[in-house]
């Protein structure tokens, strides 16, 4: 019961979902909404340097400079949480 209150977002927070070296993860914790694309990347890269995401591995020179964030508000019945995610540039966008 502890943890499923711990991972309760509030309306101005989000998760963050990491796609990095064709391997995906979450953050751990919440973040604001609202944080700059700096922040995030930021936030990102010491996660991952530090083993930090679950599903991906530890990488220590992780760089995230040409990264795209796509930010999702919540989609009621299918996620009720705001949506920050982080993936390397693709061909088409």
Known sequence: MVEMLARVIQPHQARVMVTYKRE???????????STDGDVRGWVSEAIRTGGVPGITADPQVRL?????????????????????????????
Do not use: C
């Open 65 to 93: 400079n040409d990264y795209v964030i796509d930010r999702f508000p919540p989609v009621p019945g299918v996620r009720e949480h705001n949506l920050i995610d982080i993936r390397p540039k693709v061909e088409f966008g």
């Open 24 to 34: 995906h993860g979450e953050l751990p914790d919440a973040v604001t909404f609202d």
